[in-house]
């Protein structure tokens, strides 16, 4: 059986982490980093690449870079128009009624963009574990609808993998506490990212985890702190220079970077100096941008978004019906968990101080990588009650919401509801199902339409269909109808306001697989290609050393030798033409060796 790898898929960096001897394990990827930016860039000439090297082509290249997509995930492009003004490339709607990044010819949709990504950190564990991966876990916000859900899923497809289990991003992480500390606790799990807030209250023992009460917001992060310092950087650049940059993505860009960067340095400073040089020219010549920013000074700016994490807190401990003073730990999750300002709040909150035994940028993938041993059978299991963090329900007459399974409730849940016609010999039923808390169903999330068909003709309300709607261990909805008077029973299909069809993500699934082969077939050229030089490097050098030990006859088949193995390097990209020279080569090597020896 292959390893089930873990992966944290962040809005701002993805880690995936491993189970190796019963312990947690963080992969290494190819640049040698433990975490992965969830950045895919794109090139002029349609080159792509994903991780640090398309974060660094950010600035140079924003309109060709992609960050941030989880932001977008699963939702509907008229949903997400708040978000657009976050990223600096331009977002279009797509056919399937998601935001779109147009690149070239083609519109990517966030679920292709997220399993580019995906299929970075799959390659990186292959070549860590020298093993083809196929299966996944991967951890979620909370707050992540059944749309969101699935279209992680769908991501995961794409890039070849099977995702055996959703998880919750803080129930990974009480799920990591479980593993290394085996006590009776009750922890929050503060949860504060790059693009989402969750604040979790879950009880742990020593096989046991059960999430009590979640809150969060998904669309609030520390790009959102970011952006805080945009407005003033540009607002300060336009007083002074009478210069308006609102519109120059360029520019915007090198604000972002500037307003994170100062943002990171204040974690650990009590003051930062932004110097933008040649920012805009005018007729003036260059201008440039230069400010100084203290920790009070940003304390005050960012205090909003802060205090809206912590209204979160209160209300998470009173829908687990918990006083502060009865949470034992906070566990601090997530890259903006470092704000000092943020740990003071939550300290204050909670009355206590923090646990920083958990690296809050792995905590959340070495859960991840837990669920995957469990599931593996190389961990013992723990028994883990997570909740749903939204209610699930029907549209009912006069366009309100009857939630069917309230928020909170634990998973995996179930809700049977009678259903049944209103005229005469009516043959269908259509029902609309939604996310939310709100009483308007249309103020609540869609999660799409199915019909009941096939409805026995009868008076107005004699057909009774059970209609039976769950919520999977992965937070994901199925629904089920069972006609009472026919026997029959049905498996229904939701039909998405925005989304894809299986049958598109599988065409994208066999797409990238096709495109993996390609690189397969480059990937193992530049092997052979390394391996050849570094085998003619090995030669040389002996020739270097030994010249005058060698036979003359010897040295100049060597000699040819040699220079067929440049010329080849040069010229030949033939797969057999080089894996019999690299054989030949070294065969001569060891040849020469046993001549010296
Ligand atoms: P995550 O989604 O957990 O990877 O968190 C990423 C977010 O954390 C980004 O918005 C980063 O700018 C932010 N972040 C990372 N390190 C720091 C730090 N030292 N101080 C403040 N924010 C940070």
New binding site residues.
């Given amino acids: 059986m292959s390893t089930i790898i873990g992966i944290d898929l962040?809005?701002?960096?993805s880690v995936c982490a491993i189970i190796e001897r019963g312990e947690p394990r963080i992969i290494i990827n190819e640049e040698g980093g433990r975490?992965t930016p969830s950045v895919v860039g794109f090139s002029k000439n349609g080159e792509r690449f994903v991780g640090d090297i398309a974060k660094r082509q950010m600035h140079i290249n924003p309109e060709g870079t992609v960050h941030s997509i989880k932001r977008f995930m699963g939702r509907p492009y008229e949903d997400s128009t708040d978000d657009l003004r976050l990223v600096g490339y331009p977002l279009v709607k797509a056919q399937s009624g998601e935001c779109g990044v147009p690149i070239g010819d083609r519109v990517f949709t966030p679920r292709e963009i997220a399993a580019m990504v995906l299929q970075k950190l799959k390659r990186s564990a292959e070549d860590f574990l020298g093993e083809t991966i196929t299966e996944a876990v991967i951890t979620v916000p909370a707050y992540f609808t059944d749309r969101q859900r699935q279209a992680t899923r769908d991501a995961g497809t794409i890039a070849g993998l099977d995702v055996l289990r959703i998880i919750n991003e803080p129930t990974a992480a009480a799920l990591a506490y479980v593993h290394d500390r085996k006590q009776n606790s009750r922890i929050a799990v503060y949860d504060f990212?790059?693009?989402t807030f969750d604040i979790s209250i879950v009880e742990v023992g020593e096989n046991i985890a059960e999430v009590r009460a979640t809150r969060g917001n998904n669309a609030l992060?520390?790009?959102d702190?970011?952006q805080i310092l945009v407005e003033w950087l540009r607002g300060l650049f336009e007083k002074e220079q009478q210069i308006d940059v609102s519109k120059e993505r360029v520019v915007l860009q090198r604000l972002r970077d500037a307003a994170?960067r100062a943002?990171?340095e204040l974690?650990t400073s009590h003051s930062t100096d932004i110097h933008l040089p040649f920012l805009m020219a005018d007729h003036r010549g260059p201008r440039h941008l230069q400010a100084t920013l203290d920790r009070n000074t940003f304390e005050q700016m960012i205090a909003p978004v802060v205090d809206q994490t912590i209204r979160e807190c209160a209300l998470a401990l009173q829908d687990a019906g918990v006083h502060p003073n009865d949470v034992d730990e906070v566990v601090m999750v997530?890259?903006?968990s470092?704000?000092p300002m943020v740990q003071q709040r939550v300290e204050e909150a909670f009355g206590r101080p923090l646990n920083k035994g958990f690296n809050?940028?792995e905590v959340v993938a070495v859960g991840a990588a837990i669920q995957a041993g469990i599931l593996e059978g190389d961990l013992k299991s723990v028994t883990l009650l997570d909740v749903t963090n939204l209610s699930l329900g029907i549209e009912v007459t006069g366009g309100r919401f009857a939630p069917l399974i309230p928020k909170n409730s634990t998973l995996p849940a179930q809700k049977t509801q009678l259903v049944s016609t209103v005229v005469d010999n009516q043959r269908t039923v259509k029902i609309h199902v939604l996310q939310g808390e709100e009483e308007k169903a249309r103020n609540n999330v869609s999660l799409g339409q199915f019909e009941l068909t096939g409805i026995q003709p009868g008076r107005a309300g004699s057909p009774r269909i059970r209609v039976k709607f769950g919520i999977d261990a992965s937070g994901m909805v199925q629904v089920t109808a069972h006609d009472l008077r026919s026997g029959v029973s049905q498996s229904v299909e939701i039909d998405v306001p925005t989304g894809m069809s299986k049958f598109d993500v599988e065409r994208l699934r066999d797409e990238v697989a096709d495109q993996e082969q390609a690189d397969e077939g480059d990937r193992e050229l530049r092997r052979l290609r390394k391996g050849i030089e570094s085998r003619l490097v090995s030669i040389e050098a002996l020739l270097r050393d030994h010249r005058g030990e060698l036979h003359k006859s010897e040295l100049s088949g060597i000699e040819q030798a040699l220079k067929r193995g440049r010329m080849a390097l040069l010229k030949s990209s033939d797969r057999s033409n080089l894996t019999d020279l690299g054989a030949y080569l070294e065969r001569m090597e060891s040849h020469v060796r046993s001549q010296l020896s």
């Fill in positions: 962040g809005t701002t960096n975490t990212g790059g693009g992060g520390g790009a702190v970011d994170e943002k990171m974690s997530g890259g903006s470092r704000i809050p940028d």
